[in-house]
């Protein structure tokens, strides 16, 4: 039996290598371009957003597990941050809920200005 490769198994293919490779390279940065991804594959911005977490969770766990190993983090730093982070992400999953698509969307857009420049400004 003969598979048939689509352009859209090749574009989830090409997508995912992506974004873990992203993701491993620089952090959470992977959410970024599954945002971007998802939103080209039809979603919403909502569903993109929420999907881009979903994807981002394993990869993140691997990623962490892999550093942690080599050395490269330490638990002490990390823990400092986690109940703060975790307040902030149960803040933002119900600000998400009240706000538009369109609305969503602008501020993603902001952020991602924000981030680049940042970066380009290093």
Do not use: D
Request: a positive charge; charged letters at 10%; one cysteine or more.
């Amino acid at each position: 039996m003969v598979k048939v490769i689509t352009v859209k198994k090749v574009s989830i293919v090409v997508s995912g290598l992506t974004i873990g490779l992203i993701n491993a390279l620089f952090g959470a940065g992977g959410g970024l371009i599954a945002v971007t991804f998802l939103l080209k594959a039809g979603l919403s911005q909502k569903q993109a957003q929420a999907t881009a977490l979903c994807i981002i969770l394993p990869l993140s766990i691997i990623s962490s597990v892999v550093y942690l190993k080599k050395g490269y983090v330490g638990l002490e730093s990390a823990k400092a941050y986690l109940p703060y982070s975790l307040t902030g992400a149960l803040i933002g999953t119900a600000l998400m809920s009240k706000i538009s698509n369109r609305i969503l969307k602008k501020i993603f857009a902001v952020f991602m200005l924000w981030a680049g420049i940042r970066l380009l400004m290093r």
